[in-house]
């Protein structure tokens, strides 16, 4: 499970979903690959601003990324 920095702030985010993609993330959540929809989801997003992540002005930017894949 992905970890945060003691104190660090965070907002919660309400998303509308496709009934299909759903149940994929249930699917992950059932077989215990992420203990929740909230984890898997915040694992899909780590994973994409990870990969997706561009050079560039806003080095903190990039540092809350590189914070965000801080493990417990």
Same mark, same amino acid.
């Given at each position: ?7 660090? !702030? ?6 509308? /979903?496709?009934? !299909? ?6 699917? /992950?959540?059932? !077989? ?27 080095? !903190? ?12």
């Amino acid at each position: 499970m992905a970890g945060r920095k003691k104190g660090e !702030k965070v907002e919660i985010v309400n998303v509308r /979903l496709p009934k !299909k993609a759903i149940s994929w993330v249930d699917t /992950l959540v059932n !077989k215990g690959i992420y203990s929740s929809r909230s984890e898997a989801i915040r694992e899909f997003v780590r994973e994409y601003l990870t990969e997706n992540r561009q050079e560039g002005p806003g080095e !903190k930017g990039r540092e809350g990324i590189s914070s965000m894949q801080t493990r417990q």
